[in-house]
């Protein structure tokens, strides 16, 4: 079952990627879709990024009570947690959860009702026309998404620090700014390119290939979640392991 659904995800790729009818059409849909996954998810990162970066540096600072570990070691602990780990992908879990389900519904939707045989009986490619436009958003949008994270998280962590007495707001900063190195934004960045494909082809073929009624499609908006998760969990672990 793993190597039929697989081979269908492919095939389905294969159509989205061939070449567009008219790029104007695509345009006006990459732009929606920019907004509905970027802009209608910041909020929602926003909050998340600020609040785990806050109780990263509390945790953080309850485990190192030492006279001989500097407090500006928790900034920078929390600072390469946040790029490497936490940022990516957690946001790309709980996107997956936001945005994965609306696709998934929004396509099985219109497969349930025939409106993408509609499309196809007119000469267009329906896979390129629905799901092009949401793979490009997403490999766009979520890096971008991934910095305003990063950046939260360690706001968060200079709030959450000197509001609590955990580590005075200088000792953070010092933490953040010494010893950086560049690769993790590069493996961050790595990670959310990939994370933006996902969230948005998985999805994309649970809802295109959906068969049966508005039953079938609420289950299958629940499997492209499960199956996101999996995929972003895995894929993390092989960036990981090849980058790092």
Known sequence: MFFYHFGEYLLLLKKVFKKPEKWKIYWKEILHEMNEIGVGSL???????????AVMTMQIAFQLVS??????????????????????????????????????????????????????IMGINAAGYLILPKIIAGVVMMPVLVIIAIFCALVGGLLGGSLTGAVSAGDYIIGIRESFQGFTMVVAMVKAFIYGFI?????????????????????????????????????????????L
Do not use: W
Not at 102 to 112: A, K
């Open 43 to 53: 909020g929602l990162i926003v909050i998340i990024s600020t609040f785990i970066g």
């Open 67 to 120: 006279d001989l570990i500097p407090n500006s070691i928790i900034g920078q602990i929390n600072r390469d947690s946040n790029i490497l780990e936490l940022g990516p992908t957690i946001s790309a879990l709980v996107l997956m959860g936001k945005v994965g389900s609306s696709i998934s519904s929004q396509i099985g939707s219109m497969r349930v009702t025939e409106q993408i045989d509609a499309l196809e």
């Open 199 to 243: 969230i948005t082809s998985v999805p994309a073929h649970k809802g295109f290939h959906v068969r049966g009624g508005a039953l079938e499609v609420g289950q299958a908006g629940t499997r492209a979640v499960v199956i996101g998760c999996i995929t972003i969990l895995a894929s993390d672990y092989v960036i990981t392991a090849l980058l």
